[in-house]
Nanobody
Framework: QVQLVESGGGLVQAGGSLRLSCAAS????????MGWFRQAPGKEREFVAS????????YYADSVKGRFTISRDNAKNTVYLQMNDLNPEDTGIYYC?????????????????WGQGTQVTVSS
């Protein structure tokens, strides 16, 4: 069982930056691929980024590539999402999620554990 708690969301102007954090409970954090998804009002939840067990490999949605950076600290059971050059289209609830490596997918369905989400609002 993994419990995830996100933090770091807020209101920021276009062009600004935010850093999201996701703290995980349990001693098996390093056994899971970690990811971030987001959901805008009236839209489906979409993949943002994910990171391999060791942190060597990272994956990004095309819409955030070059602006967002995912990282993890297995000693602290924490995954981060550094978001730069934000624009209003990045507005939404951002969710942290965990999945076993063999089920890693850009689809949200296979992911086992989810946080409660943190709101990110980007004003123009």
């Amino acid at each position: 069982q993994v419990q995830l708690v996100e933090s770091g969301g807020g209101l920021v102007q276009a062009g600004g930056s935010l850093r999201l954090s996701c703290a995980a409970s349990g001693r098996t954090f390093s056994s899971y691929v970690m990811g971030w998804f987001r959901q805008a009002p009236g839209k489906e939840r979409e993949f943002v980024a994910s990171i391999s067990l060791s942190g060597v490999r990272t994956y990004y949605a095309d819409s955030v590539k070059g602006r967002f950076t995912i990282s993890r600290d297995n000693a602290k059971n924490t995954v981060y999402l550094q978001m730069n050059d934000l624009n209003p289209e990045d507005t939404g609830i951002y969710y942290c999620a965990a999945v076993p490596n063999y089920r890693h997918s850009r689809d949200s369905g296979p992911w086992d554990y989810w946080g409660q989400g943190t709101q990110v609002t980007v004003s123009s």
